[in-house]
């Protein structure tokens, strides 16, 4: 496709219920990167995939989140048991190459919103 | 730890007049610098970005920024304001393995 696409755009959840927000990348980007935006905050990294290795996942907040990427293409952040505190945009980046060193540019899909009520 | 700090959360300057926002790092290896711009409901778009090729960098849409190692600085300017720039400014830094690592945020209005 053209850029990044994530589904859905919004989510509305209850506390307590299971989610998952897909991510489908640039085609042939090796790199895909996970982000959680808070309200009123920069991005912060999640999880980074290089094809279906995921190589990063020191940023994910607990245990009840979970992050796959099964054929090195779209990828898939899965939230169990969702809190409060989990409401937030959930962005997420894809890049070309993927050497440690580079600047490659992450484009960015528009986003899912998650509220938990 | 790595950080990146962007000062002032809002800024409102009017239209045709210089655009500042500000961006600070704390990097102690070479940075890579990056500048995103975010409208409402959509994603982050690259405005530009440092790889020490040039300490003056020109992005899209007007904007530019200067690398200044000895203040850790890459100030985000743009001469003139047009009502279309007004949105959220991230300044981020490349951290371990690629990840970005953001600033706060600056959120930029223009006064007709």
């Known amino acids: 496709g053209a850029g990044v696409s994530q589904s859905p755009r919004y989510k509305v959840a209850k506390r307590g219920q299971d989610v998952a927000l897909r991510c489908d990348p640039i085609s042939g980007h090796v790199s895909l990167f996970w982000y959680q935006q808070a309200l009123g905050q920069g991005p912060e990294f999640l999880t980074y995939?290089?094809?279906?290795?995921?190589?990063?996942k020191s940023g994910l907040p607990s245990d009840r989140f979970f992050a796959e990427r099964p054929e090195g293409s779209v990828s898939t952040l899965k939230i169990q048991r969702t809190q409060q505190e989990d409401s937030a945009v959930y962005l997420c980046a894809s890049s070309l190459v993927a050497k440690r060193t580079s600047t490659d540019t992450q484009y960015f899909g528009p986003g899912t919103r998650l509220t938990v009520l | 730890a790595q950080s990146v700090t962007q000062l002032g959360s809002h800024v409102s300057v009017s239209e045709g007049a210089l655009v500042l926002l500000r961006c600070n790092y704390s990097?102690?290896?070479?940075?890579?610098l990056f500048w995103y711009v975010q409208y409402p409901n959509q994603g982050l778009q690259l405005l530009l970005k440092?790889?020490?090729?040039?300490?003056l960098v020109k992005g899209i849409n007007g904007f530019e920024a200067e690398f200044k190692k000895s203040e850790t600085s890459f100030h985000l300017t743009k001469p003139s304001a047009h009502m279309s720039d007004a949105a959220e400014y991230f300044c981020a830094d490349r951290g371990q393995g690629g990840k970005l690592i953001f600033g706060q945020g600056t959120e930029l209005s223009v006064k007709p």
């Open positions: 995939f290089q094809n279906e290795a995921q190589l990063d």
């Open positions: 990097s102690s290896v070479p940075p890579y």
């Open positions: 440092y790889t020490s090729a040039a300490t």
